[in-house]
Nanobody
Framework: QVQLIESGGGLVQAGGSLRLSCAAS????????MAWFRQAPGKEREFVAA????????NYADSVKVRFTISRDNAKNTVYLQMNSLKPEDTAVYYC????????????????????WGQGTQVPVSS
């Protein structure tokens, strides 16, 4: 059974930083692209960042480019999201997701391209 467990969320002031982690288990982590999505209250889930199965390629939503960095450690079965210069509009529940297909790229930005996700971690950003 695939499990994804996010951690690292919490209240932060605007301009601050947080590092989210997602520990994966249940299948060969290194064979699948990983992504972070987020969902703000009353809004649809949106793509934040993705990283290819190998870690060689990354992709970001325009709203977080330069400020956020996705990375992975295949030896630890963990994907990270470093978030800097946080803004109130970054407030959301952040979800870690694992791609449906093996050896997929970082170009996967649609939720239907991901088969598993975690319970989410809340990131409230105060102004």
């Amino acid at each position: 059974q695939v499990q994804l467990i996010e951690s690292g969320g919490g209240l932060v002031q605007a301009g601050g930083s947080l590092r989210l982690s997602c520990a994966a288990s249940g299948r060969t982590f290194s064979s699948y692209a990983m992504a972070w999505f987020r969902q703000a209250p009353g809004k649809e889930r949106e793509f934040v960042a993705a990283i290819s199965w190998s870690g060689d390629n990354t992709n970001y939503a325009d709203s977080v480019k330069v400020r956020f960095t996705i990375s992975r450690d295949n030896a630890k079965n963990t994907v990270y999201l470093q978030m800097n210069s946080l803004k109130p509009e970054d407030t959301a529940v952040y979800y870690c997701e694992s791609s449906a297909a093996q050896y997929s790229s970082s170009s996967y930005i649609n939720p239907y391209q991901y088969a598993y996700w975690g319970q989410g971690t809340q990131v409230p950003v105060s102004s």
